[in-house]
């Protein structure tokens, strides 16, 4: 019996249950991503071994499916003796695919600042420190803003894949529930509307960001 | 070299799994394409309940993630008394949500275009039809190519997802053999290299797209 008020009641709070790991699950991997997406970026950028490296980096993350990357990462160290938890493991795969794209989203920023933005900092005598500071910075921000919001969305789909290494997120959990009941429509309306609202949620704080930040532009 | 003995006795088993996940890339890709295009002329000169109509579809295929759509059109699809085998069913779900992406792709190409074309053409007092056949699609598509192929490469990664299903390609393949030969960090690694030389492959064409359309026709 779809619809059936009763099992609604007992569905919405476990399914909210799951929702809190695959928020946890993304926050962290935004996060972490955020942070970590500089460093690789930076060694992109300079010339030598280590922007090899780092493109090596990122050609290999960005051309091989997240769900191998999390098995490689689950069962493949386990095998070598490093025993991760689910959880761990997806967060894992998680930020080190994602590291690969938001390198790539600072990187393409940074070179879209006009050469002659830096020129007019040296024209007027700017030290590197306040040129980057005042001039460059703020327009990179400004522009990769929307891409990274595309990224959170993105970071918050993939997490759904950790389902597939029995972390009990909202995927899993809704698995669980469609094959004990068979109420396949409730829990997949259910599932539907929270991945919706998380992802809604993610664009409109893009936006908000967007809209302060206006003034880079 | 034993370690890398099972792989070497399966890489036939995964190769045959690359083939069939190219094969279900490639079956996706096309009507991905064309619905992709559809949608992307529906919501730049449809009316406007059909624009929001287009709105909608986009915003629940962002929203949701593919294995969601995945695992309840698996459960589903039987309930609903439509008998499709499921290498057609994933193709379809496939090609739906890619649809979504694909729209956006396009219609970026096609609002890229500087406003004085479409005036050149209206001023040669072309109708819509044929301004668009050769003016503007032709332009639009060199533009959107570069992206597009972005797009075939998620594409290809994504059919790692159908594995979750029970379909048969390379993630599936590369499970089943780590299950008889207990060697999941081998395995899985020949698995990322076979999808990363598909990948990568696709994603340097696309680059060679890319500084085509920088650089001039």
């Given amino acids: ?217 | 070299m034993n370690t890398f003995a099972p792989l070497i006795k399966g890489y036939w088993y995964l190769l045959r799994g690359a083939g069939m996940t190219l094969l279900m890339a490639g079956a996706a890709v096309v009507p991905a394409t064309i619905c992709g295009i559809l949608l992307a002329l529906l919501q730049i000169f449809g009316t406007r309940a059909l624009r929001s109509a287009v709105v909608a579809y986009l915003f629940v295929m962002r929203g949701i993630p593919l294995l969601v759509l995945l695992t309840f059109t698996y459960y589903l699809l039987p309930l609903t008394g439509i008998d499709l085998p499921a290498f057609w069913g994933v193709v379809m779900v496939l090609s739906l949500y890619y649809a979504a992406f694909m729209s956006e792709v396009f219609r970026a190409g096609i609002l890229s275009l500087p406003q004085a074309q479409w005036d050149a053409a209206r001023s040669l007092g072309m109708r819509r039809r044929l301004m668009l056949q050769i003016v503007i699609f032709p332009q639009a598509l060199r533009l959107a190519s570069p992206p597009f192929v972005n797009l075939c490469v998620n594409l290809i990664k994504a059919t790692s997802l159908v594995s979750i299903v029970g379909l048969w390609e390379l993630t599936m393949a590369s499970r089943e053999i780590v299950e008889r030969t207990l060697a999941p960090f081998q395995i899985f690694l020949g698995a990322a290299g076979l999808y990363f030389c598909m990948c990568y492959a696709l994603a340097l064409y696309g680059r060679h797209l890319e500084r085509r359309v920088l650089h001039g026709h």
């Fill in chain 1, 1 to 217: 019996m779809p619809f059936d008020p009763r099992f609604i009641a007992r569905l919405i709070p476990a399914l909210l249950e799951g929702a809190e790991v695959t928020v946890e699950l993304s926050l962290l991997t935004m996060a972490i991503c955020l942070v970590g997406g500089l460093p690789v970026a930076l060694a992109r950028s300079v010339r030598g071994p280590l922007a090899w490296l780092a493109g090596g980096y990122i050609q290999l993350v960005r051309n091989t499916p997240l769900l191998i990357q999390m098995y490689l990462v689950y069962f493949g160290l386990s095998m070598a003796g490093i025993p991760l938890s689910g959880f761990a493991s997806g967060l894992l795969a998680l930020c080190l695919q994602n590291c690969g794209y938001v390198a790539e989203i600072y990187r393409g920023g940074l070179q879209s600042v006009s050469l002659r933005q830096f020129e007019a900092g040296k024209a007027l005598g700017m030290r590197r420190w306040t040129l980057y500071t005042t001039v460059i910075l703020p327009q990179v921000v400004a522009r990769v803003i929307p891409p990274l919001t595309n990224q959170a969305i993105s970071i918050i789909k993939d997490t759904a894949q950790v389902a597939a290494i029995a972390v009990m997120d909202v995927m899993k959990v809704a698995q669980i529930w469609v094959e004990s009941s068979a109420n396949t429509y409730d829990v997949f309306l259910g599932v539907a509307i929270i991945y919706l609202c998380l992802t809604s949620l993610a664009s409109l704080a893009g936006k908000l960001f967007e809209r302060r930040l206006a003034f880079a532009q």
